[in-house]
């Protein structure tokens, strides 16, 4: 059974860097077809997609974090990981990671890390 | 961008009810169309795919129709365990998005 589980820092000053992994465990993170991905869900709001990457590097954004986002893959830990530079209040919210077989859907999830941007 | 607008916001029903809900997207999206179910506290479940393929261990009183840029969410028939949140996603193009959610109370 495919599981994955978010670490990081759960509290982040304004201005700094968020930073978080992703740990995939019951399948190797080098699967073909397999695309990794973050989506974050403000406090009582919807969901947001943030970008995916593949096992070889390649990545897709969203084109509103783009400048501030960078995700990477290390395959010899099995993991993933998200930096989201300059944070302000509005990063504030739920971070999943989550897996998406051909790039497209969210079948399996992380259980969700709370970050919270605040002085 | 793709545009997902669910309706309604939120939706009063009692067990046993047939529940609608419905996903217009802001441009043809074919039938690249996910359904998700999200718990107070826990992470969403991906109950549908390609707007009708039910998903591994997911009820079969889900049923999803659609194609083009309107999608319906059906359940036949509520169970308690059903009170939850939906949300669909279009995956027909990047970025990805997702609608604002149904609240099933």
């Known amino acids: 059974q495919l599981q994955l589980q978010e670490s990081g820092s759960g509290l982040v000053k304004p201005s700094q860097t968020l930073a978080l992994t992703c740990t995939v465990s019951g399948d190797s993170i080098s699967s073909i077809g397999h695309y990794w991905s973050w989506i974050r869900q403000h406090p009582g709001k919807g969901l947001e997609w943030i970008g995916n990457i593949y096992y070889n590097g390649l990545t897709y954004y969203s084109p509103s974090l783009e400048t501030r986002l960078t995700i990477s893959v290390d395959t010899s830990k099995n993991q993933f990981s998200l930096k989201l530079n300059s944070v302000t209040a509005a990063d504030t919210a739920i971070y999943y990671c989550a897996t998406a077989p051909n790039s497209a859907y969210f079948d399996y999830w992380g259980q969700g890390t709370l970050v919270t941007v605040s002085s | 961008d793709i545009q997902m607008t669910q309706s309604p916001s939120s939706v009063p029903a009692s067990v046993g009810d047939r529940v609608t809900i419905t996903c217009r997207a802001s441009q043809d999206i074919d039938n690249w169309l996910a359904w998700y179910q999200q718990k107070p506290g826990k992470a969403p479940k991906l109950l549908i795919h390609?707007?009708?393929t039910l998903w591994y261990g997911a009820p079969s009183r889900f049923s999803g129709t659609g194609s083009g840029t309107d999608f319906t969410l059906t359940i036949s028939s509520l169970q308690p365990e059903d009170f939850a949140t939906y949300f669909c996603q279009q995956a027909n193009s990047f970025p990805r998005s997702f609608g604002g959610g149904t609240k099933v109370e």
């Open positions: 390609t707007a009708s």
